[in-house]
């Protein structure tokens, strides 16, 4: 290995819990920002005194956040395979497939973009919205939406400054953007008097400045991305391919869960939709450190996996749950202790009390077993068994999402439906653990020069079917 990848490379020695607890908070903290920006969204929305602003930005969250799964899922390729790159000792490679996830991202950003905005108004539908609240749910929609693919060009920087070990910098980008947001929300919705589009207008302005923030230094310090070609970029489709299409899937699998909630609490009132609003905003910022493991562990183990390193691989999953343990009892402790100023902040009533009441309270514990299911997928995915990462989630936001939110809504109502939602995330969690270990535990034996040679005929098939 060259001196220059041995300095890039830089998770290959050291304690893990160390590189864990440093890689998780940095980007944690790049991630609070932004989800911290959305709860304050939501506070100002609530401010203008219009239960439906509320409900529509509900529903437009659960859209967006489908459109923005695929971004997630070419991140987790460009930061599976940079790190696994730089592990190896082969930086021209690492920023060579940095270069393809970058272009790919950004045209499949357009394409998936104009297809949602053609049919937005049936999406928001399905999702349950209807009326006025559909109405303000498409409009704030549309103009976000155009914005795709410059979040994943924004989400590529970060997830090649990752894998290059660099999670300062990705904090420092996504705070920027968060700052950005927070001073122009006050100013578009209330000085402005522009309301709910205000807030829009202030994310895609954000979102800009993320992606200036982030390039730089992916650029210029590291040196991650190369002179675009587009003969290159067709000849990494295959290995991104591997990892994104999976990665995709297992993402998108997410909103699907959230929808199927959604639904099944908007039966319930347009309380219960506000109070299921407030709780999406609230548990990214509460939990952002939960959220951040997929993307904080994964280098670690990317780089572990091609230096040969297999016991600090086993090592780093270990380290990851436990440091999920420690932190979701202390977040839970927290949000017990300040249930009731939350609630007032919103000015909650009923219903919307009520479940912010459940989330601060027992809720709040599950969010370990979220936790393991993350660690488990940064591992699939570093591994080179990214499609077991598809299986578990979507049974996890299938099977086990729908079946006990339907029963805990005939028994509890909208409480009933989160702790429904809960409960199907315990048994998933187990079936994330027993499955990658036993991943790991083959990790003494030769490894093929192709991780993925095993799923090429699978992703071929995916292909030709327009996935």
Known sequence: MTSQSSGQAVFLSGSLMRHVTRMSLTTSIGLMAIFAVD????????????????????YAGTLL???????????????????????????????????????????SGMILSALVLLNLNILLSLLGAEGEVLHLAARYSRIILPTMWVMALAMAGMAVLRAHGDARRSMQATIFGGLVNAVLDPILIFAVGLGLDGAAIASVIARVCMLIAVMR?????????????????????????????PAVL?????????????????????????????????????????????????????????????????????????????????????LFAL?????????????????????????????????????????????????????????????????FAVVGGILSGAPGVLMGQALGGVVFAVVCWVMVRRVVSKLSTPQKPDPFAGQNRLHALFGRRGW
């Open 39 to 58: 709860f304050v969204d939501m506070v100002f929305i609530s401010m203008l005194g219009n239960d439906a602003l509320a409900a529509a930005v509900g």
């Open 217 to 245: 230094p992916a650029i210029k310090v590291h040196r991650g991305f190369a002179q675009p070609s587009l003969k290159q970029v067709v000849q990494d489709v295959r290995p991104v391919r591997a990892i994104a299409v």
């Open 250 to 334: 297992t993402n998108i699998a997410t909103p699907v869960g959230n929808a199927i909630v959604i639904r099944e609490v908007a039966q319930f009132g347009t309380d219960a939709v506000a109070g299921m609003a407030v709780i999406a905003r609230l548990m990214p910022v509460a939990f952002s450190v939960v959220f951040a493991l997929s993307g904080a562990i994964g280098p670690i183990v990317g780089q572990n996996y091609g230096a040969g390193q297999y016991d600090r691989v086993k090592e780093t999953f270990l380290a990851g749950v436990k440091f999920t343990a420690i932190y979701v009892l202390l977040m839970a402790a927290v």
């Open 65 to 107: 956040f489908f459109t923005n799964s695929v971004n997630v899922g070419l991140s987790i390729a460009a930061g599976a395979l940079v790190a696994r790159e730089l592990g190896a000792g082969r930086p021209d490679q690492a920023r060579r497939f940095g270069t393809s996830v970058a272009v790919l991202g950004a045209i």
């Open 339 to 403: 249930r009731g100023p939350i609630a007032d902040l919103f000015l909650a009533q009923g219903e919307t009390r009520a479940l912010i009441y459940l989330f601060c309270g027992p809720l709040a514990l599950a969010s370990f077993f979220n936790g393991v299911i993350f660690v488990a997928n940064a591992s699939f995915n570093n591994l080179g068994h990214p499609i077991y990462s598809t299986w578990v989630n979507w049974g996890r936001h299938t099977l086990g999402t729908w079946p």
